[in-house]
C-alpha cells in the first residue's frame, strides 16, 4: 500500500482567467477504487493529467506508484489488437492479458484482428485488459462507459469490483455504485474524499446541503433582527445623549453613563452582527446551482405521431433488426434499448427521413416537426450565437439555458471545437429544449453529461411531460424518465 499526496496544488491554463485548482490538499490510498465525480469543466480529466505529469502546476504531487491512463490513442488503427495491446503495455504478459479478457467475456481470438474491426466496447474492454494485466500500476480511467450498452455497464462495473488501485470518472450512478467505495469530488470551492459510493456521498452532500441552507435562513434573520436592535440602540443613545443639552435640573454625569452603556450594547451587538455575517459567508460555497430547466412544446393536431409495423432493416444481406413494430403518441417517453449493434440508430434514421434499406411500414403525421441530438459532436464549431441564428432559436433563452446547466460565460465565448464533450453536448441539449418542435428524439444525450445535470434533465422530462423516444445507457435515468420501453434483441 502506497499514498498519493498532493499539497498545495494550484493550477490554471494559460490565457485563461479561472483558477481550476487554487491551494488544495488531499492524500489517496492507492489501495482504493475511487469514484471521481464533478460538473463538467471543473478538471476531472485536468488533474488526471496533473497525475501523468503532462502539466505544469503549483504545489506538490508525491506518489510512489506508475499511472496508466484510459483511453489509449492507438497509432495505427489497422494494425492487429495484439499489436496494439503491446503499444499500450510493452512489457505485458500474455497469459495476464488472456486472464483479464477472459474475466470481461472477450475471446482471445478478438486480438488477430484488425483494431479498427472492434466495436467501441470491445475497444474499452481491451485496453482495460491491457492495463489491469500490469502489476504496481495505478490506473486513471476517463469514463469507460461511453461506447457501452447498459448490459455491457453492469459486466463492466462487476469486473471493476474485483479490482483496487484506479481513479474512475464516470457520471454513471448505478456504474459507480457497483464498483468503488471511495468518492473523490471537485466541489465550486474545494475538492473532498469520502469513504462510500456514489450514493452514500450524495446523500450525505444533500444533508449537508440542506443543514447550510437551514443555517443560511437562520442567520438571515438573526442579522436582520440584530441590525434592527443596533439602530434602535444607537437612537436611544442619542436621544439620552440630547438631553444634557438645555437647562433645568438634572444629573449630566448620570445621563452620560446611561449613553455610554447604550453605545456600548449598541457595540456589542454589532460584533454579534458580525459574527454572524462572517458564519453566513462560510455557507452554501459547495451547494450546486441546479436551477430547473423549461421546455416549449408545440401541441401536434393527432394524437399519433409515429408508427412502425413490421420494419426490418438490413445491410448488404445482413440484418440488423426484423419484425419491429411500435408507435409514438403524444406525451410518450420511450426508451429505446438494446445491445450495441441491435438497431437502434438505424430505426432513429428512419424515423428521422433517411433513406436505410429497409421493409415494413413507416408512417410520420403530416407536419410533425423533429428535433434531433445526435452521438457525435464533432461537427460543433463556431460561436453561440451563430449557432442559435442558424437553428432558429432565441439566444437569450439558449444561453440562460446553457448557463443553468453550468456552463460558464467564459465557456460561452470560446469557439465551440474548444469545448469539452461534455459541454458540446449540453450545447446539442440546450439547442433542441429551445427549438419549436412536437418530437425530441436524442441518441445517447447523456454521454460526458454530469450527474448534477442529468438530474436537471430528468425533472424536467418529469415536469413537462414532452413527447420524446431516446437511446441511453444510464440505467437510473432511464428508470425515471421512460413511459414505454421498447427492447430491441
Not at 496533473?50 to 489509449?72: C, K, N
Request: aromatic residues 8%; proline residues 2%.
Amino acid at each position: 500500500m502506497s499514498v498519493i499526496q498532493v499539497n498545495d496544488l494550484t493550477f490554471g491554463y494559460d490565457g485563461s482567467h479561472h483558477t481550476i485548482f487554487d491551494h488544495v490538499s488531499f492524500q489517496l490510498d492507492t489501495n482504493w477504487k475511487l469514484g471521481f465525480t464533478g460538473r463538467n469543466g471543473r478538471g476531472k480529466t485536468t488533474f488526471l493529467r496533473l497525475l501523468l505529469g503532462q502539466l505544469e502546476y503549483r504545489g506538490s504531487i508525491v506518489s510512489g506508484t506508475a499511472f496508466s491512463y484510459f483511453p489509449y490513442q492507438a497509432a495505427d488503427p489497422k494494425a492487429l489488437a495484439v499489436e496494439v495491446a503491446e503499444g499500450i503495455c510493452p512489457e505485458y504478459e500474455y497469459w495476464r492479458l488472456v486472464r483479464e479478457m477472459n474475466a470481461l467475456e472477450l475471446p482471445e481470438q478478438l486480438l488477430y484482428q484488425s483494431y479498427e474491426t472492434l466495436s467501441g466496447g470491445e475497444k474499452t474492454k481491451l485496453q482495460l485488459a491491457v492495463l489491469f494485466s500490469r502489476e504496481n500500476n495505478f490506473l486513471l480511467i476517463d469514463e469507460p462507459t461511453n461506447h457501452l450498452d447498459m448490459a455491457g455497464r453492469e459486466k463492466l462495473s462487476r469486473y471493476l469490483s474485483g479490482k483496487k488501485g484506479f481513479i474512475l470518472v464516470s457520471h454513471d450512478r448505478a456504474f459507480l455504485d457497483g464498483c468503488v467505495d471511495h468518492i473523490l469530488s471537485i466541489n465550486k470551492t474545494n475538492i473532498e474524499v469520502q469513504r462510500g459510493n456514489f450514493s452514500s456521498w450524495y446523500e450525505n452532500k444533500r444533508r449537508q446541503d440542506a443543514f447550510e441552507m437551514a443555517e443560511n435562513e437562520r442567520l438571515k434573520k438573526e442579522i436582520g433582527r440584530l441590525e434592527q436592535t443596533a439602530r434602535q440602540k444607537a437612537q436611544w443613545s442619542d436621544r439620552v445623549e440630547d438631553t444634557k443639552i438645555g437647562s433645568g435640573a438634572f444629573d449630566r454625569g448620570y445621563i452620560g453613563h446611561k449613553s455610554a452603556k447604550m453605545m456600548a450594547r449598541s457595540k456589542a451587538i454589532e460584533k454579534r452582527q458580525q459574527a454572524a455575517v462572517e458564519e453566513k459567508s462560510a455557507l452554501l460555497k459547495n451547494i450546486e446551482r441546479s436551477d430547473s430547466l423549461k421546455l416549449f412544446q408545440t401541441p401536434f393536431h393527432l394524437r399519433r405521431m409515429v408508427s412502425l409495423k413490421d420494419v426490418t432493416v438490413a445491410f448488404d444481406g445482413r440484418r440488423v433488426c426484423e419484425n419491429i413494430s411500435f408507435t409514438i403518441d403524444q406525451g410518450d417517453r420511450i426508451a429505446l434499448e438494446g445491445p450495441n449493434g441491435s438497431g437502434k440508430s438505424s430505426l432513429i434514421r428512419l424515423i428521422l427521413g433517411q433513406q436505410i434499406p429497409h421493409t415494413g411500414e413507416v408512417w410520420l403525421g403530416n407536419g410533425l416537426k423533429i428535433s434531433y441530438v445526435p452521438q457525435d459532436t464533432s461537427g460543433l464549431k463556431g460561436k453561440l450565437a451563430d449557432l442559435a441564428r442558424e437553428s432558429g432559436i432565441a439566444q437569450s433563452l439558449f444561453l440562460a439555458l446553457l448557463a443553468k446547466l453550468d456552463v460558464s460565460k467564459e465557456q460561452m465565448d470560446r469557439d465551440m471545437a474548444q469545448l469539452s464533450e461534455g459541454q458540446k453536448k449540453k450545447v446539442l441539449l440546450a439547442r433542441s429544449l429551445c427549438q419549436n418542435v412536437h418530437l425530441h428524439i436524442w441518441d445517447e444525450p447523456m454521454n460526458y453529461i454530469d450527474v448534477i445535470s442529468r438530474m436537471q434533465l430528468e425533472d424536467l422530462l418529469l415536469e413537462y411531460k414532452p413527447t420524446i423516444l431516446f437511446v441511453e445507457h444510464d440505467r437510473i435515468f432511464c428508470e425515471h424518465v421512460a413511459t414505454k420501453v421498447v427492447r430491441l434483441s
